[in-house]
T-cell receptor, first 110, second 116 residues
């Protein structure tokens, strides 16, 4: 099984940077995903890491350390529309199931 | 990215009735689809894995006779909530992964179920 932890809430100012950490314990690892979810909507894919290191996609970057069971999502140049819940999810090696963390609600203030 | 649709977007029903939710992959064939449930301010919980041409695999604690899953074709999976009760009110989301394995599952827009 998977045990995934991430902070419940974070608040930041427009234009700032926020880092959302995710730690996991897994019986079989086949990739870590970050999703964004606005209230009342389905999650949308942000990033995927399966090897150690940093993946950069525009204003969003994601980092993975498999040996530490640790990932973070970095949001730069925050915009009001970035206010949402950010979900960390780990994929199982055997059956490709995704296990989700509880999500981190990010509030961007002017 | 790939498109997955769900129908209906929202439904209100009376306690004791059954509700069917459809999940379609619009631009790829999906041998496997997943059904999730999300309660307010909580994360997604996997309910079951829907396999085309075979029985669904249910997660522990999910009643297979209450949540009927049919994956009749490579582009359609249905979830039927039978004898719905108010505690079944939730946001139901399906996802599908392209057959190449790929790097993500693509989520449908979700179905908001309210049982009165």
């Amino acid at each position: 099984g998977q045990n995934i932890d991430q902070p419940t809430e974070m608040t930041a100012t427009e234009g700032a940077i926020v880092q959302i950490n995710c730690t996991y314990q897994t019986s079989g690892f086949n990739g870590l995903f970050w999703y964004q979810q606005h209230a009342g909507e389905a999650p949308t894919f942000l990033s995927y890491n399966v090897l150690d290191g940093l993946e950069e996609k525009g204003r969003f970057s994601s980092f993975l350390s498999r040996s530490k069971g640790y990932s973070y999502l970095l949001l730069k140049e925050l915009q009001m529309k970035d206010s949402a819940s950010y979900l960390c999810a780990v994929r199982d090696y055997n059956d490709y199931k995704l296990s989700f963390g509880a999500g981190t609600t990010v509030t961007v203030r002017a | 990215g790939a498109v997955v649709s769900q129908h209906p977007s929202w439904v209100i029903c009376k306690s004791g009735t059954s509700v069917k939710i459809e999940c379609r992959s619009l631009d790829f064939q999906a041998t496997t689809m997943f059904w999730y449930r999300q309660f307010p301010k909580q994360s997604l919980m996997l309910m079951a894995t829907s396999n085309e041409g075979s029985k669904a695999t249910y997660e522990q604690g999910v009643e297979k006779d209450k949540f009927l899953i049919n994956h009749a074709s490579l582009t359609l999976s249905t979830l039927t909530v039978t004898s719905a009760h108010p505690e079944d009110s939730s946001f139901y989301i399906c996802s599908a992964a392209p057959p190449s394995g790929g790097d993500t599952q693509y989520f449908g827009p979700g179905t908001r179920l309210t049982v009165l």
